[in-house]
């Protein structure tokens, strides 16, 4: 094929991501600035000029340009601060730079869009083809040129581009990299202690896992509800996998939660559910799937999460009820090996989908009568704490039970800091949990109990006695 052929081609379009649209070609760019290895990827095997969108034609060169310079990517802001002294530089048509500051704003509303795995999936393949069919073209040419031994060279070179190709982080090479804050995605949890900044800053991020650990009885299942019903609130996809309730029962605390209506009264108040749902349109999409116990294992749910993805749902954040009792892939003599590669495969499932995922671990007896339920406390397994990224217990005694107050413990935290212990109001008939108040807690100290108790008993003597 000669040059001019290849250029009639490009022309033609069959090069260019015009086939897929405008709205495709925008999520591309948007992979680029959120995935810096994915990023890394596409840099080998793909043009600025595949866009047929002149503002994403020039935002990919401005990216790539830095990347070229610096061997790391800009953040968003740093792009941005970048097209602004061009443009007063070079100055620009004002009907372009409105086309880039609303693509940008579009970006800024929906910062992860669901099908963006899907996106970039395509266009990396798409990129890897079009490598590869120019490298065919070049052999051909070698091969008529007798210069075998670089068609080898050559198609050795195009088998191997867009793959993660890095050798790691050359300490003085990349020392701009070292400086250029990294864009961590998160799902919150809904309570501020534990998304603030210092904490979990935002929430459980992207390949993360995340572990409750509690004795039984005491309300894992309904923390992983509370984590899903704040997922969803905030437009979230979440796929919540049980092992031991039912569909519909994991439904109805998702109800609860969401309504504010108790669990037990629901029924009742069925057309208020349904009015709510309706005035609440902005909410994400929940899947609930049930496997009974000791049936699914990460492979099982690892098949049903590529069938959502084919049927269009992209999770956002996946809910386990609960990791202990799954089946692990394979089996040894003792159980402390197998629930540690369950937990080894989950991490390995949050990373390779790029999703967060809440689960929950059974405490040992030591935890049922602990203050705080710390690392020690996970059951049979230490080694789960091993492989989580954040682990939260959660205590109360059976006094603390009935007032509906727990302490939750941040055991461990690789996003931020740990060793925190905050009391709690549990509400099991909504699955929702809060922080308590200054007020609150003063009012749940023993000794103000006992002195309020013996001012009754003084009270009361005393108005036996007047009578």
Known sequence: MSAEQQELIMKSGVSYFQQYGKPFQEKIFQGLVTDKDWAAQMYEVMKPDYFD???????????????????CFPTMGLVI???????????????????????????????????????KDKALDFCKRQAFKEALTQAVELVQSDKFESVVTLMRKAVSVGMPSSIGHDFFEDLEARFVESQRVTVATGMKQLDQKEVLDGGLGRGE????????????????????????????????????????????????NLTNIPCSDLIDNKEKVKQYYKENEDFGNLIIKYYP????????????????KMAGHWPSLVIIDYADVMRSSKQYDALRHELMLI????????????????????????????????????????????????????????????????????AKNRAGMDGLTFPIKIDTSRSKFRVLAEHEIADLDPKKALNEAWKQVKKTKGEMENE
């Open 53 to 71: 969108v002149k503002y994403l034609q020039y935002l990919t060169e401005t990216y790539f340009t830095y990347f070229e310079k610096y061997r």
């Open 81 to 119: 601060s970048m097209i602004k002294d061009d443009f007063k530089a070079s100055g620009v048509d004002g009907v372009f730079r409105d086309q880039i500051i609303g693509f940008i704003q579009r970006m800024k509303m929906n910062p992860n869009p669901e099908d963006l795995p899907y996106v």
């Open 209 to 256: 896992l995340g572990v409750v650990v509690a004795p039984t009885g005491v309300g894992k299942s309904h923390w992983l509800v509370a984590m899903g019903a704040e997922a969803l609130k905030r437009g979230k996809t979440v796929v919540h996998y049980t092992f031991e309730l039912s569909e519909t029962q994991v439904g109805k605390r998702y109800d609860a």
């Open 293 to 308: 116990t000791r049936t699914a294992s990460v492979m099982t749910l690892r098949n049903h999460l590529d069938k959502l």
């Open 343 to 410: 937990y080894e495969e989950l991490r390995q499932l949050s990373g390779d989908f790029g999703i967060p995922i809440w689960t929950a671990s059974q405490s040992n007896k030591a935890g049922a009568g602990s203050d705080i339920v710390g690392l020690e406390n996970m059951g049979e397994a230490y080694g789960k704490a091993q492989v989580s990224d954040f682990v939260i217990g959660i205590s109360r005694k059976p006094e603390e039970k009935a007032a509906g107050v727990a302490r939750i413990f941040v």
